[in-house]
């Protein structure tokens, strides 16, 4: 089955510093989805970008499929956006998503 | 607040216990899947239903079962629980349970086995 790596495993932040999150997939995929787990626990959808770029506030997205990898840019960060982020993709004719290991973010004041 | 619900948001019990998690799926969305999050295996995906019928299923234990009710909500039932089965349990929702839609996740079912 398709497997799926991010990067860094851990990040460390200073509140306003910008950051980049990277997702490979070892497969073409139909699906891939951005989390973020608050420290609640909640997993809350950022993203659904099988290809293509998205924006949503401070935070962006993009998949370039064809070499099977996506990033998850986060500017201006804030406390607010610490957590583990999880990307998560699903490929072939398969519903169930395969999740990343994550990336834990720490945003300082 | 993704319009998915799971209810208990936390549950303590005991190894041997049986214990039933609900999922209520955003409105409009016939599509539900159940996912296990635990530290040493991370986030796993268990089992799916569509319109009431098993769609896909993964690595769900024999232990395990669920099911969707006529009113498109859903319930997974865990029995002879094990210290292992401690995990944060989400449900997902998504309209037509299709590969190409997004799958939204509820606030999650924290489970302590002790």
């Known amino acids: 089955g398709i497997q799926v790596e991010q990067s860094p495993p851990d990040l460390i932040l200073q509140e306003g510093a910008n950051s980049t999150l990277r997702c490979n997939f070892s497969?073409?995929?139909?699906?891939l989805q951005w989390f973020h787990q608050n420290p609640w626990g909640q997993l809350i959808n950022l993203f659904y970008?099988?290809?293509g770029t998205k924006q949503n506030g401070r935070l962006s997205a993009t998949t370039v499929a064809t070499e099977r990898y996506s990033l998850l840019y986060i500017s201006s960060s804030q406390t607010t956006d610490s957590g583990v982020y999880f990307c998560?993709?699903?490929?072939?004719?398969?519903?169930?998503?395969?999740f990343g290991a994550g990336t834990r973010l720490a945003v300082h004041p | 607040d993704s319009g998915v619900t799971q209810t208990p948001k936390h549950l303590i019990t005991a190894t041997g216990q049986r214990v039933t998690l609900r999922c209520s799926p955003r409105?409009?969305?016939?599509?539900v899947y159940w996912y296990q999050q635990s530290l040493d295996q991370g986030l796993q995906f268990l089992i799916q239903?569509?319109?009431?019928?098993?769609?896909a299923k993964g690595n769900i234990l024999e232990r395990f079962s669920a099911q969707q009710f006529p009113d498109l909500h859903s319930e997974l039932n865990l029995s002879s629980l094990e210290l292992g089965d401690s995990a944060l349990y989400f449900c997902a929702s998504s309209v037509e349970g299709t590969p190409l839609e997004t799958q939204y996740f509820g606030p999650g079912t924290r489970l302590l086995v002790l």
């Open positions: 998560a993709a699903l490929s072939g004719g398969y519903n169930k998503l395969i």
């Open positions: 970008i099988p290809s």
């Open positions: 239903y569509y319109n009431g019928e098993e769609r």
């Open positions: 409105s409009g969305d016939l599509s």
């Open positions: 497969d073409s995929v139909n699906n």
